[in-house]
Each structure stands twice: as structure tokens, then as C-alpha cells.
């Protein structure tokens, strides 16, 4: 039995299955103090029987270097008593079992790279909801660099009816996250993107900078697919929008042409959870 953490910043979602395409069990518990919402997982999978192997997707900032003392941490993550957090460690002592770690955005894109087919195929996922944040998968790996992709980070070129907002990033202002998350979208509208009108220029807005994030990673990373999830995503007719606006930022320059795709997650919500399975399974493996 493989067991399985994403690790949200409001939720953990845990599951327990042979494969990850058969998911024998899954829990919700509240994302509270880490003491408190590690041990509450652990019991959990000891009461699922035990596992022989977890993965974990994370938010982050997260350390992912297997040569540094601080693989599997959280780092400086703005969230209350995280920073500095040793989950990957207090499971693998815990349970006693090999860990697979990675962000929760790029076990989303192992997991949607999987669900394309898989094979040498590039994509990114993007996660638009209380944050933004991305992962890449190229020949079939997730990509690590220095660190892990902050895609959230990077600095749009600003709308023409959005110039006045400072954005809502502590440390960037008016980057990505800034000026197109979930939080950011409320403190200048007083309300969430599904809930303004249709014709409300909001929408436009937001499809603008997150248009431009795709048009960003298929000229600089020469992906194939977009695929975008989270919480503001799944405003009606929001995601096609992005797509088409896409498409006019490229005005047909970049080799790939229509290959190029900005789409909804072939598992819907499951792709976070689904892609803590593959970690687990390569952790098994290892």
C-alpha cells in the first residue's frame, strides 16, 4: 500500500491505495499548526494499516536538493509556524518508510503529464486560487533547478485598466501572484472572480496576466500544454479566455503553432493527490 500527502496551505488531502489509479481511501484534515496537523496524518495511515512508501507534494517554498541537510523542508513560507517545517523528515521517522517529496504543483504536472499519455511530452501546470504557483515537466521529469519553479513570481506587463493596484505580494508587489490570485483579486474588487459579473472588465484582467505566464513558458520552456487548475480557474469561461488571449500574444510566431494548448486538468481536482501517489511509488521503487 502506497500512501499519499498534498499538503495545502487551508487543507491536507491524504490517500492510501495500491497504485495511483486506485485510491483505496482518502481523508481531509484542516491545515493547522504543523504538530498538530502532521500527527493528526500520521495516525491516520497508521490506522489505514500502514504504508511501504509515502510521496508528498507540498506548498513551498520547499527544499528539494537531495544533497542538503534541509531536504524536505518547508522553508520561508509566509504561513504561520510552517516556515522551516521538517515534514518530509517527521514522516519518514514517523512511519518508518522511504519518502518521495516534491511542490504540490509539480506532482500536479507529473500527474497531468501521466494522464496526457506521458512519454517525452511537455507540459506546466498552473494553480490560480489563494496563491499561484507552477510546476514544468520535461522528458517526462519534473523540473528542479537551483530550487523549483516559482512561476506565481514572475512580473507581468500590467493591463492598461489595472495600473493603479499595488499588488498583494509581501515581497514583489505586482508580480503574478500579486495581481491575479484569488486574494489579490478581492482586495481590489471587494468580491471572488466568479462572483462579479460576466462583463465586469475583472475577468479580462485576470486572463490577461495569466495569458501572458503561458505565453512566458512556451517561448522560454517550449511546453506543449498549459494546463491551469485552482480555485479562480474554475470561473466559467475564464480558462478559455486565457487560452484565446494566449494565442493573440504569440500573434503566430512560436515554432508549434496549434500544439500549443491552455486547458483545463484532465483529473480535476484529483491531480494533486494523484501525483503524491507517483512520488510514492517512485519513493517505493528507489
Not at 149 to 178: K, M, N, S, V, W
Not at 268 to 284: F, T
Request: glycine share 16%; net charge negative; hydrophobic share 45%.
Amino acid at each position: 500500500m502506497l500512501g499519499a500527502i498534498e499538503a495545502g496551505g487551508t487543507k491536507f488531502v491524504l490517500a492510501v491505495g495500491e497504485t495511483p489509479d486506485a485510491l483505496a481511501a482518502r481523508h481531509v484534515i484542516p491545515t493547522r499548526a504543523p504538530s498538530e496537523t502532521l500527527a493528526e496524518a500520521a495516525a491516520w495511515f497508521a490506522a489505514q494499516g500502514g504504508v511501504e512508501a509515502l510521496g508528498i507534494g507540498s506548498f513551498g517554498p520547499v527544499e528539494l536538493d537531495r544533497a542538503s541537510d534541509r531536504w524536505g523542508f518547508i522553508t520561508n513560507t509566509p504561513k504561520p509556524g510552517w516556515a522551516d517545517c521538517d515534514i518530509a523528515g517527521f514522516f519518514a521517522k514517523g512511519l518508518g518508510v522511504p519518502v518521495g517529496f516534491d511542490t504540490d504543483v509539480n506532482a500536479a504536472a507529473l500527474a497531468e503529464h501521466r494522464a496526457a499519455g506521458g512519454g517525452a511530452g511537455s507540459l506546466a501546470y498552473l494553480t490560480i486560487g489563494t496563491g499561484i504557483g507552477g510546476g514544468v515537466v520535461l522528458g517526462g521529469e519534473a523540473v528542479h533547478g537551483i530550487a523549483h519553479p516559482e512561476i506565481g513570481h514572475i512580473y507581468p506587463r500590467r493591463h492598461p485598466q489595472d495600473t493603479e493596484f499595488a499588488g498583494i505580494c509581501p515581497h514583489h508587489g505586482d508580480c503574478l501572484e500579486g495581481l491575479a490570485s484569488g486574494p489579490a483579486i478581492f482586495a481590489r474588487w471587494g468580491k471572488s472572480l466568479s462572483d462579479l459579473p460576466a462583463d465586469h472588465p475583472a475577468h479580462a484582467i485576470i486572463a490577461e496576466y495569466v495569458a501572458q505566464a503561458c505565453h512566458t513558458l512556451f517561448a522560454s520552456v517550449a511546453v506543449e500544454q498549459v494546463v491551469i487548475g485552482g480555485g479562480v480557474a474554475s470561473t466559467p469561461g475564464l480558462v478559455e479566455r486565457i487560452a484565446e488571449r494566449a494565442r493573440a500574444l504569440d500573434a503566430g510566431y512560436l515554432p508549434g503553432g496549434a500544439r500549443h494548448r491552455v486547458i483545463r486538468p484532465r483529473l480535476g481536482g484529483d491531480a494533486g493527490i494523484v501525483g503524491a501517489m507517483l512520488l510514492a511509488q517512485g519513493a517505493a521503487g528507489a
